[in-house]
């Protein structure tokens, strides 16, 4: 499978879907933002500046400061794959994201959307 067409998408063109998807179901940009953090160990000023630079998905996890430890949590089917066993690890990181923004659109508390 090629996954360069998604590495090279911008994450500032995806970031307001994934707000969208969230408001949809009544939950907020700040949830959505909290997730990012988690995964990702970004602050608010570092994930403004990455979408005011329209950082690409892969510079954008390349750049992440640490990934959480607890990502081996997240479990799951997304887009038909089971997020664990993805092996190409750029793309297993694009997808754990997809995945707890889905499970914020579907209700699930923060806590354990975060792994808490």
Not at 42 to 63: C, P, R, S, V, W
């Amino acid at each position: 499978m090629d996954n360069s067409r998604i590495y090279k998408m911008s994450f500032a063109g995806v970031y307001p879907h994934y707000i969208q998807k969230a408001e949809k179901k009544g939950r907020t940009k700040a949830e959505v933002d909290d997730i990012i953090f988690w995964l990702t160990g970004y602050d608010a000023k570092m994930l403004q500046k990455h979408i005011d630079d329209k950082t690409n998905f892969e510079d954008f996890f390349a750049g992440a400061p640490q990934l959480n430890p607890n990502v081996s949590k997240i479990t799951g089917v997304i887009c038909g794959y089971r997020v664990e066993e993805i092996e190409d690890k750029l793309m297993q990181k694009v997808r754990y994201l997809d995945k707890l923004i889905d499970e914020l659109a579907k209700g699930k508390a923060m806590d354990k959307i975060l792994r808490k």
